[in-house]
C-alpha cells in the first residue's frame, strides 16, 4: 500500500525552527510532485511548498517562502520542511501530499492525490 509517513512536528517558541520528514513507501509507480500542506485551527487546508521530483524545482505559497525551504532525498523518498522563524500563525497540523499522476504545476495549491496523516506544529509566543 502507498504510505506517507510524517515525522518531526512538535511544540517550538516563535522564532524557533523545526524540520518535517515524509517518507513514501509501497509506491509502484514514481512520484511526480511532492510536498507539503497545513490547516490551522478553524482554517481551510493551504498549500506551503512542492517539490518536483524528476529536477528538484519547487513551489511555495508567497506567504511563506523565505521562511520555509522545502528539499528532497530522491534515492529515500524522503521530503523535508525546514520551517525557521516560525511564528504562532504558523500553528498548524501538516500533512505531506504526493502525486503520481502530474508534475508540480499552477494548480498544486489545490491539493495532490495522496495524502499523510499528518503531524502537529504547535508556535507559541
Known amino acids: 500500500a502507498q504510505v506517507l509517513v510524517e515525522s518531526g512536528g512538535g511544540s517550538v517558541q516563535a522564532g524557533g525552527s523545526l524540520r518535517l520528514s515524509c517518507a513514501a513507501s509501497?509506491?509502484?509507480?514514481?512520484?511526480?510532485?511532492m510536498g507539503w500542506f497545513r490547516q490551522g485551527p478553524g482554517k481551510e487546508r493551504e498549500g506551503v511548498a512542492v517539490i518536483d521530483t524528476a529536477d528538484g524545482s519547487t513551489r511555495y505559497s508567497n506567504s511563506m517562502k523565505g521562511r520555509f525551504t522545502i528539499s528532497q532525498d530522491y534515492a529515500k523518498n524522503i521530503v523535508y520542511l525546514q520551517m525557521n522563524s516560525l511564528q504562532p500563525e504558523d500553528t498548524a497540523m501538516y500533512y505531506c501530499?504526493?502525486?503520481?499522476?502530474?508534475?508540480?504545476?499552477?494548480?498544486?495549491?489545490?491539493?495532490?492525490?495522496?495524502w499523510g496523516q499528518g503531524t502537529q506544529v504547535a508556535v507559541s509566543s
Open positions: 501530499a504526493a502525486d503520481t499522476y502530474r508534475w508540480c504545476d499552477g494548480t498544486w495549491f489545490r491539493g495532490l492525490r495522496d
Open positions: 509501497g509506491y509502484r509507480y514514481s512520484i511526480k510532485c
